[in-house]
């Protein structure tokens, strides 16, 4: 094992190139930019291609073409970029191509985006959330793996402090197990044999006039409801006897999770609980995690939008409140006072009284 000290997006890069990835598309926009400055910088040495493209619709465009051809590829943006690459994000989906996403957020604004989609249609993408660079490092090689096992999206969620941070981190390749072999691609190869191959997002089948929708809709269905059920991820710390229990994902986590082993030391009932994987949900855990508490605290640095999936989880077995907030810099890129660990300490313990604000 090689420890270099790395920046976050340089990290995430170097993990991408581990895990094979040789082509990505992207258009700049803080604070995944530098994302993009570090794959022009090092996809070429690799035998790689990065394309600062006109657009995001470009960037997500030219990377649909060459997932086609079973090359492992990326693109990325903030959420405002995503936004636009909505549409060519729920047709991937359909299509089943295994593209990853790299999701700089600015703060933790963009959760609903990210778990729910803006596009249309039924679909779903796996969505990892690191709290810190080395997680980030090790999630982005299992993004890879994830996308070409279920032949699905899978974006890594980050935000302004994990690209910008740095870290001493090993990013070695990383052994995930066997895949399936890519039968579905297009690469030129099979033209003029009877046995070409057909790529699309409506279910369209080689021989075959029209498409069955009903048909194709609930086989994906089905697919989603596997990778439900296979790929929840969670940490839980000191849940067992904790009266109240604190849920954070993302850099936010790691602030949080620091809070709770200090009042713990201090006396403290206290638990924590930190989805990694944002959908699926670790909805199950979270039950689990909290049945014996009497609260459970949302930190989140947004109006409130992860709150949702724990009211959900927990069916009204016990209050859930909101310690979070809208909190961000003057440029809006989301390190702002939720990220002191005083103010994070005082939210926490604001939980453990019968009226917390």
């Known amino acids: 094992m090689t420890r270099t000290l790395q920046e976050g997006s340089e990290a995430i890069v170097r993990a991408a190139l581990a895990a094979d990835c040789r082509f990505f598309a992207g258009y700049p926009m803080t604070p995944f930019t530098e994302v993009l400055e570090y794959f022009s910088a090092l996809l070429p040495e690799h035998g790689g291609v990065c394309i600062n493209a006109e657009s995001e619709l470009e960037a997500i465009g030219m990377a649909w073409g060459a997932l086609a051809t079973g090359a492992r590829a990326a693109t990325g943006s903030t959420g405002q970029g995503l936004a636009l690459m909505q549409e060519s994000l729920s047709e991937i989906t359909r299509a089943e191509l295994p593209l990853v996403v790299f999701h700089m957020a600015r703060g933790q604004y963009d959760y609903h985006q990210a778990t729910r989609g803006g596009g249309h249609g039924d679909y779903r993408h796996v969505v990892l959330a690191p709290c810190d660079v080395a997680e980030a490092a090790r999630l982005t090689q299992l993004a890879f793996h994830l996308a070409d096992r279920w032949r699905n999206p899978v974006q890594l969620y980050g935000d302004f402090l994990l690209v910008h941070t740095w870290e001493s981190v090993d990013v070695s390749r990383i052994d995930f197990g066997a895949l399936p072999e890519k039968e579905w691609a297009v690469d030129g190869s099979l033209g003029g044999s009877g046995r070409s191959r057909n790529i699309n997002p409506i279910g369209m089948e080689k021989g075959m006039k029209g498409i069955e929708p009903e048909k194709f809709w609930k086989r994906l269905q089905s697919k989603h409801d596997a990778i439900a059920a296979a790929e929840t991820r969670f940490e839980a710390e000191y849940c067992d006897d904790a009266e109240i229990v604190v849920v954070a994902f993302g850099s936010l986590a790691r602030f949080a999770r ?64 909101a310690i979070g907030g809208i909190s961000s810099d003057e440029a809006g890129f989301g390190v702002g006072d939720l990220y002191a660990p005083d103010d994070v300490r005082h939210r926490v313990q604001s939980a453990m009284t019968e009226d917390p604000r």
């Open 258 to 321: 620091n809070v709770v082993r200090e009042l713990r030391a201090e006396g403290a009932r206290v638990g924590f609980f930190r989805p990694i994987t944002l959908w699926p949900f670790p909805a199950a855990a979270l039950a689990e995690a909290a049945s014996g508490a009497r609260r459970i605290a949302v930190l989140e640095q947004n109006a409130g939008q992860m709150i949702d999936d724990v009211r959900l989880a927990v069916l009204g077995a016990a209050p859930v409140v």
